[in-house]
């Protein structure tokens, strides 16, 4: 496989990018040489690309359609990104993704990355001492109704591979903050600076079908294997190692007894999910 096709995708529609995760990509994306289009039910403030701002809900199927109208790729990171109420979810990130999917379809839209998460397979055990890393094939184990919803995007993906021919990368991101501000995320944080690396690489790898990923820094303490995210083209250049002594002196070593950081899901995997109203 190689690393990089050309033409890279030139414009790229960035759904969520209200969010944490859009406002960092929309100030370090452009230095790839992208043009992005914004999108986001809530308003963008300003900032790079406002002026391609579009206020609009996954629930609105006209809006998508002119918003993925002329796009080389679409970056889709819009939803709920924590747990919630079943149906909340259901229309935010499983009927929204659908619509996406449409909407691309309709369009043209050929390239697709899809903002999964680690929560997809939040009730596997973290690896301890000597265990191996996790590999991306694992099975689904989602720890919160919003795990199930990416693992549904996860599918949906591949079914528009197969039926429609829109190639997908999803990435199971793990924790993307400018610092990592838990022991567990030691083990899964991707610094913005390797998303926005990672984020390209997938806009641009040369394959073709769904290909699943996971998505951090080459961090000391990884729990899981990087091997596919590296396979297109990712380099990561951060390891979250610098903050271990800080983290570890204020809240401990995790506790393998304790549900909340027993499995890579951390503390979604307990009656305490974070969550989003
Ligand atoms: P966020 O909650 O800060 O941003 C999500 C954005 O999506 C918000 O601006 C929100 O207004 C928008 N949105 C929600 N529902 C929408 C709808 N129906 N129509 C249009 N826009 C809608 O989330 P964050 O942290 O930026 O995450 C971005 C994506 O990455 C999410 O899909 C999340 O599930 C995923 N992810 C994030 C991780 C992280 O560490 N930040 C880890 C794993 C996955
Ligand atoms: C996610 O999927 C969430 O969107 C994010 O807010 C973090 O909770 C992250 O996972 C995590 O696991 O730390």
């Given at each position: 496989?190689?690393?990089?096709?050309?033409?890279?995708?030139?414009?790229?529609?960035?759904?969520?990018?209200?969010?944490?995760?859009?406002?960092?990509?929309?100030?370090?994306?452009?230095?790839?040489?992208?043009?992005?289009?914004?999108?986001?039910?809530?308003?963008?403030q300003d900032g790079p690309g406002a002026g391609t701002?579009?206020?609009?809900?996954?629930?609105?199927?006209?809006?998508?359609?002119?918003?993925?109208?002329?796009?080389?790729?679409?970056?889709?990171?819009?939803?709920?990104?924590?747990?919630?109420?079943?149906?909340?979810?259901?229309?935010?990130?499983?009927?929204?993704?659908?619509?996406?999917?449409?909407?691309?379809r309709e369009e043209g839209v050929r390239r697709i990355?899809?903002?999964?998460?680690?929560?997809?397979?939040?009730?596997?055990?973290?690896?301890?001492?000597?265990?191996?890393?996790?590999?991306?094939?694992?099975?689904?184990?989602?720890?919160?109704?919003?795990?199930?919803?990416?693992?549904?995007?996860?599918?949906?993906?591949?079914?528009?591979?197969?039926?429609?021919?829109?190639?997908?990368?999803?990435?199971?991101?793990?924790?993307?903050?400018?610092?990592?501000?838990?022991?567990?995320?030691?083990?899964?944080?991707?610094?913005?600076?390797?998303?926005?690396?990672?984020?390209?690489?997938?806009?641009?790898?040369?394959?073709?079908?769904?290909?699943?990923?996971?998505?951090?820094?080459?961090?000391?303490?990884?729990?899981?294997?990087?091997?596919?995210?590296?396979?297109?083209?990712?380099?990561?250049?951060?390891?979250?190692?610098?903050?271990?002594?800080?983290?570890?002196?204020?809240?401990?070593?995790?506790?393998p007894a304790d549900p909340a950081q027993a499995n890579?899901?951390?503390?979604?995997?307990?009656?305490?999910?974070?969550?989003?109203?």
């Amino acid at each position: 496989m190689s690393a990089v096709s050309a033409p890279a995708p030139r414009t790229v529609l960035l759904t969520g990018a209200a969010g944490g995760v859009g406002t960092l990509m929309r100030e370090l994306l452009p230095s790839f040489g992208y043009r992005l289009r914004l999108l986001d039910a809530r308003p963008i403030q300003d900032g790079p690309g406002a002026g391609t701002a579009i206020t609009a809900d996954l629930a609105d199927r006209d809006a998508l359609r002119a918003a993925v109208r002329g796009v080389d790729a679409i970056l889709h990171l819009a939803g709920i990104s924590k747990e919630s109420d079943f149906d909340r979810i259901l229309r935010a990130n499983i009927e929204g993704t659908y619509n996406l999917y449409e909407a691309a379809r309709e369009e043209g839209v050929r390239r697709i990355v899809f903002a999964s998460s680690n929560h997809a397979v939040g009730f596997t055990p973290r690896p301890r001492g000597g265990d191996p890393l996790i590999p991306v094939d694992t099975p689904r184990r989602p720890d919160t109704y919003y795990g199930l919803s990416k693992c549904f995007g996860e599918d949906l993906a591949q079914l528009y591979a197969d039926r429609h021919g829109i190639d997908t990368v999803s990435i199971r991101i793990g924790s993307c903050f400018p610092a990592p501000s838990t022991v567990r995320m030691l083990s899964v944080w991707m610094s913005p600076a390797d998303g926005a690396r990672l984020f390209h690489a997938a806009l641009t790898a040369d394959v073709t079908g769904h290909t699943v990923v996971y998505g951090s820094s080459a961090n000391t303490r990884l729990w899981w294997d990087l091997g596919p995210a590296r396979a297109l083209g990712y380099e990561p250049q951060d390891d979250s190692e610098p903050f271990a002594a800080a983290l570890i002196a204020e809240q401990g070593e995790l506790d393998p007894a304790d549900p909340a950081q027993a499995n890579l899901g951390g503390a979604f995997c307990t009656d305490a999910p974070r969550w989003e109203h």
